[in-house]
Structures are given as structure tokens and as C-alpha cells.
């Protein structure tokens, strides 16, 4: 009987075999297209000097299948982040319009993964970030305008943050969802910004925009009242007026705290909305004004002992047993 020692050593060197076997495969242009692309599947990435000549070659290959090429610059990810002279390249990809979009998708997921650990793509980040101007520009399909947009927007570039700025204010032939557009505007907030949110949030073009308008407004002190307001309003969707409670929790968790109280003890409230809130008062701090007010606790053991929400008497126990004791 072999031993685990022997079985494992076993097991890596049958994974080795068909790796090798499938590299072979890949880069075996008698082969068809399927063949080659499964064979990619499982070669993953090329390590030896000979297989990313090869590599190259197949990559650089103007007459060779444009999936062919595509897989080739994926498996030269390794390989990528110590190579100036392959990531001019894959840049040169991405700022050529004649390119096929499977090979620059293949080009900027290479570029992507080595931001994080090669010297060379860092000292290249402005020729980066304008191949990502580029492709945003560019009539790409929407999924590559998607990436680089998100990745200059982590970068707090000033032309993305414009132009996702602009995309809201003029939504007409926006080039991206106005919640994605709000969502990445979250990573450099500022007075504009917090402007025209405070118009999507009174006049949202659609639910989610709304949500993540409020949701982003709760980094701001000036729109505490607007998000007061929101929470208040019995009409505006339970998920939303939930946003904006955390978002006043954050700023202004005494006004709050005064909208809590008409809102926990109100039984024609929605009560997924009233567990919710009374939740978020377990985890506020400085809540003596609540803690301390006889006639509304009164009131709110009324309403547990009066519902038939199960989570509603549960929260409110826990709310119990962690307040402050007089």
C-alpha cells in the first residue's frame, strides 16, 4: 500500500504530465481552435524561457486566431510584470482602436494583476491611466469601459471623477448606469459631488440611484437633514429610509435618535422597516435620550408584546439587555 507521501508525489506528477501535455497542445497550431483554447484551460500560466517564446510568438502573431492570441497574452501574466518591453506592448493594445476587443480584455487583465506587485507598470501609471482614458473613450464594449473606468476611479483620476460627474448631470447617452456611476464616485467624494447627489436623491432616475445616492450622502454633515427627511417619509422605499438611518447614524446620530422614537412606537409602520431601526439603535452610541425616556420605552414594550414578529421581540431584547442601566 503506497503511502500519503507517495500517493501525493504520485498525484503532482500526473499534474505535471498533463500540464505539459496540454501547454504542447496549445501551442500545436495543426490542432484545432477548440482543442487549443481547452488545452489553455488547464496549461494556465507559461513559466519556462522556451514556452513564453513561444508565447510571443503566438501573441505577436497577426495571421493567428484572435482567441489563440488572446489566451497567449493571458498566459504571459507572470511573465508581464518583469517585461517592459511586453507591457509597452499590451499598453500599445489597448491605445489601438483596430485591436479586437478578446485581445485587449486579454491585455488589460494582465495589466490589472501586475499593478499589484511589478515596478515596471508603476513607473509606466501615467501611459497606463491614459491607455484607460482611451478605452472609456473609446467604442469598446461596455464591460472593458467598465474596468477602466472603476480602476481610475480607485485611482481618484480627475478626468473619470468628471466624467462620471458629468454622466449624472447629463444622464442622456450616459455612458455608464447612474448607480455604477455613484458607486464610483464614493472613492473621492467632494462639495461637487455631494451637489449633484443631493439632486439625485430628491429627483432619482430610478430606485437603485436613489439608494446609493443616500447611501453616499452619509459621508456628508450638510445633508443630514435631507437624509432625516427621507427616513421619515412613509412612502419612500423601506430599503432606502434603512440607508439613510445608517447614513444619520453616522452624521447626526442624535436626529436620528428623534426620528426613531415616532417610527419604533408607530404601528402602522412596516415592521421588516422597525426591526431594522431598532437594530441600528443597538449599535448607536450615546443613546441616553432614548434609553432614559419612560413613557417611550413604555410604549415600545407595548408594541413587542403586541406584534407577532419574532425577530421584532428578539432585537428588542437584545436592545435590553445592552442598554445602559439606570
Known amino acids: 500500500m503506497k503511502t500519503y507521501r507517495e500517493n501525493l508525489i504520485a498525484q503532482l506528477e500526473e499534474e505535471k504530465h498533463n500540464t505539459e501535455k496540454a501547454i504542447e497542445t496549445f501551442f500545436d497550431s495543426k490542432k484545432s481552435k477548440k482543442q487549443r483554447l481547452e488545452a489553455f484551460e488547464v496549461s494556465g500560466t507559461f513559466i519556462t524561457e522556451l514556452d513564453i517564446v513561444k508565447a510571443l510568438s503566438v501573441f505577436r502573431d497577426e495571421t493567428e486566431d484572435v482567441e489563440i492570441r488572446a489566451a497567449a497574452i493571458l498566459g504571459l501574466i507572470s511573465y508581464a510584470a518583469s517585461s517592459e518591453e511586453f507591457i509597452n506592448e499590451l499598453l500599445d493594445l489597448l491605445n489601438n482602436e483596430s485591436v479586437p476587443n478578446k485581445m485587449k480584455e486579454a491585455a488589460l487583465s494582465v495589466l490589472q494583476s501586475s499593478t499589484f506587485g511589478s515596478p515596471i507598470l508603476n513607473s509606466k501609471r501615467p501611459e497606463y491611466n491614459n491607455a484607460l482614458r482611451n478605452l472609456v473613450e473609446s467604442d469598446c464594449p461596455q464591460n472593458l469601459k467598465l474596468r477602466a473606468t472603476e480602476y481610475l476611479a480607485i485611482e481618484k483620476d480627475e478626468y473619470i471623477q468628471s466624467k462620471l460627474l458629468d454622466s449624472l448631470e447629463n444622464p442622456k447617452g450616459a455612458f455608464i448606469k447612474p448607480e455604477v456611476a455613484i458607486q464610483l464616485l464614493s472613492y473621492d467624494l467632494h462639495s461637487d459631488a455631494y451637489n ?103 410604549k415600545l414594550e407595548d408594541i413587542k408584546n403586541s406584534s407577532n414578529s419574532k425577530n421584532l421581540k428578539k432585537i428588542h431584547n437584545f436592545y435590553l439587555e445592552n442598554k445602559p442601566k439606570k
Not at 236 to 246: L, M, P, S
Not at 255 to 271: G, H
Open 196 to 298: 449633484v447627489l443631493k439632486k439625485i436623491a430628491k429627483d432619482p432616475p430610478n430606485k437603485s440611484a436613489k439608494k446609493e445616492a443616500i447611501r453616499s450622502l452619509s459621508a456628508d454633515p450638510d445633508s443630514a437633514e435631507l437624509l432625516q427627511k427621507v427616513l421619515e417619509d412613509k412612502d419612500e422605499d423601506k430599503e432606502i429610509r434603512h440607508v439613510a438611518a445608517t447614513g444619520l447614524q453616522s452624521i447626526k446620530p442624535e436626529l436620528l435618535q428623534n426620528s426613531l422614537k415616532d417610527i419604533l412606537i408607530d404601528k402602522n409602520e412596516n415592521e421588516e422597516l422597525r426591526v431594522a431601526l431598532l437594530n441600528t439603535l443597538n449599535y448607536t452610541e450615546n443613546t441616553e435620550n432614548i434609553d432614559n425616556d419612560d413613557a417611550f420605552q413604555a
